[in-house]
C-alpha cells in the first residue's frame, strides 16, 4: 500500500489494514444500493508491496542474476550435493574468518571473509528455497489425506450408527409381533364380552338363592326353638 506525499517521498504501510476496514463496507444495504467497492483489476506489470517492487510475471523464484547475486552453482546442478559443497564452503569461510580475527582483526580480509559468508548463505538459501513448490505440493497432499481420513472415520461412525439403529428397529418389530400376537382376536373379544354379561345377569339370581337358603335356616331353627318350648307351656 502506498500513499503519495510532498514531492516524490513515498510512504508505506508496515501491515495492511485491519479486516474491519474491509468487510464493514460490503453490508447487506450497501450490496443492494450497489454502493460496495468493486473489487479492483488483475494488476499488470510492474507494482509495489510494502514498499518492495514486484512484476507479475516474475518466477515463484526469482533467479539470483535478476537480484544482482553471484551464483556459486552451474545452471545445471544437484540440489542435495550442492547443499553439502555450500555447507563445507561456509564452514571452511568461518574457520577463515576466526584466524583472521585472531591473528589481525584489523585486517581488509574480514569484510572479505563476511561478503563471502554471506553470498555462501544466499546461494545455500535460495537453493533451499527451491524446494518451496514442492513443500507446497507435498504439505496440500498431506491435508488432502488427512481430509479424507477424517471423512472416511465419519462414514464409518454413520454405518455404524445406522446399524445399530437397523438392530433398534428389529428388535422393536420383534418385541412388536410378539405384543400384537398376545392380543385377543375380535371373537375371542366377543365371547370375553358375552361371558361378562352373563356372570352379571346370574350374579343376583345367586344372590337372591343365598338368601332365600339363609332365611329357610332361619326359619328352621325358629321353628325348632319353638317347638322345644311348646312341651313345658304344656305341662304348667
Given at each position: 500500500y502506498k500513499m503519495a506525499t510532498q514531492g516524490d517521498i513515498q510512504s508505506t504501510q508496515t501491515f495492511p489494514n485491519p479486516p474491519s476496514a474491509y468487510y464493514s463496507l460490503y453490508t447487506d444495504e450497501n450490496v443492494e444500493s450497489g454502493l460496495a467497492p468493486k473489487?479492483?483489476?488483475?494488476?499488470?506489470?510492474?507494482?509495489?508491496?510494502?514498499?518492495?517492487?514486484?512484476?507479475?510475471?516474475?518466477?515463484?523464484?526469482?533467479?539470483?542474476?535478476?537480484?544482482?547475486?553471484?551464483?556459486?552453482?552451474?545452471?545445471?546442478?544437484d540440489r542435495k550435493a550442492e547443499l553439502k559443497k555450500l555447507n563445507r564452503s561456509i564452514l571452511v569461510c568461518f574457520l577463515e574468518l576466526l584466524d583472521i580475527l585472531i591473528n589481525n582483526p584489523s585486517s581488509p580480509e574480514r569484510n572479505q571473509k563476511i561478503s563471502d559468508i554471506s553470498i555462501l548463505f544466499i546461494n545455500m538459501h535460495h537453493l533451499i528455497n527451491e524446494y518451496r513448490p514442492h513443500q507446497a505440493r507435498e504439505t496440500l497432499r498431506v491435508i488432502l489425506e488427512r481430509q479424507k481420513k477424517q471423512r472416511d472415520?465419519?462414514?464409518?461412525?454413520?454405518?455404524?450408527?445406522?446399524e445399530n439403529a437397523?438392530?433398534?428397529?428389529?428388535?422393536?418389530?420383534?418385541?412388536?409381533?410378539?405384543?400384537?400376537?398376545?392380543l385377543p382376536t375380535i371373537e375371542e373379544e366377543r365371547d370375553s364380552e358375552k361371558m361378562e354379561t352373563k356372570n352379571v345377569k346370574e350374579?343376583?339370581?345367586?344372590?337372591?338363592?343365598?338368601?332365600?337358603?339363609v332365611i329357610d335356616l332361619q326359619d328352621m331353627e325358629l321353628t325348632q326353638l319353638i317347638n322345644g318350648m311348646l312341651p313345658s307351656a304344656k305341662t304348667h
Open positions: 473489487p479492483p483489476k488483475p494488476i499488470k506489470g510492474a507494482y509495489q508491496m510494502f514498499g518492495a517492487p514486484f512484476e507479475t510475471d516474475d518466477m515463484m523464484i526469482r533467479p539470483l542474476e535478476d537480484q544482482n547475486i553471484q551464483r556459486l552453482y552451474p545452471q545445471e546442478y472415520e465419519m462414514i464409518q461412525q454413520i454405518h455404524r450408527a445406522m437397523r438392530t433398534i428397529l428389529r428388535s422393536c418389530d420383534t418385541v412388536l409381533n410378539q405384543t400384537i400376537s398376545s350374579e343376583p339370581v345367586k344372590e337372591k338363592k343365598l338368601i332365600h337358603s
